[in-house]
């Protein structure tokens, strides 16, 4: 398998992760997150989707939840002391981040932004989600999460 950037900085602060792979479908196209969670065979609660937003005063947002689960934007806009956030424009995510629809990880983003994971996360032993590019994706334990990026929780979801 070849490695990510995420893979990469992963490495580079020798953090132990599970890289996994998962077929796109016959068009290119990726797969939804709960069918990436079955393809993996790990629990949709265990398989976080990276959402970034931008807040009413124009800064940038990245939320982290389980793929089965939606944002709720009252509440991802408390977490972060906005009055409101909205999604960020599908146009908009690879100029501001370095990834594209689908391959978005809250990891190794081109500028550093807020990081809030759905508080649950905290509940499990290991976390999954996107290594960067789609049809990978990483799984680390969550001991390991703050030595690979700084985040918050919050209870984010609808």
């Given at each position: ?6 893979m ?20 290119g ?9 079955a ?8 398989v ?31 977490a ?23 391959g ?23 976390v ?9 994706q ?5 001991a ?15």
């Amino acid at each position: 398998m070849e490695k990510t950037n995420v893979m990469r900085i992963l490495d580079q602060k020798k953090i132990a992760y599970t890289p996994h792979a998962y077929p796109l479908h016959a068009d290119g196209a990726a797969p939804g997150g709960t069918e990436i969670a079955a393809c993996l065979q790990k629990p949709c609660a265990a398989v976080y989707k990276t959402l970034v937003t931008r807040g009413a005063s124009g800064r940038l947002y990245v939320f982290d939840i389980p793929v089965d689960g939606e944002l709720d934007l009252k509440k991802a806009a408390r977490a972060v002391s906005e009055k409101s956030v909205e999604m960020l424009k599908s146009k908009e995510l690879l100029p501001n981040t370095g990834y594209v629809h689908g391959g978005c990880s809250p990891i190794g983003m081109k500028k550093p932004y807020p990081v809030i994971f759905e508080a649950a996360v905290m509940d499990l032993s290991t976390v999954t989600f996107s290594a960067g590019r789609v049809g990978f994706q990483v799984e680390l334990n969550t001991a390991d999460l703050g030595r690979a990026l700084a985040f918050s929780t919050a209870n984010l979801l609808a």
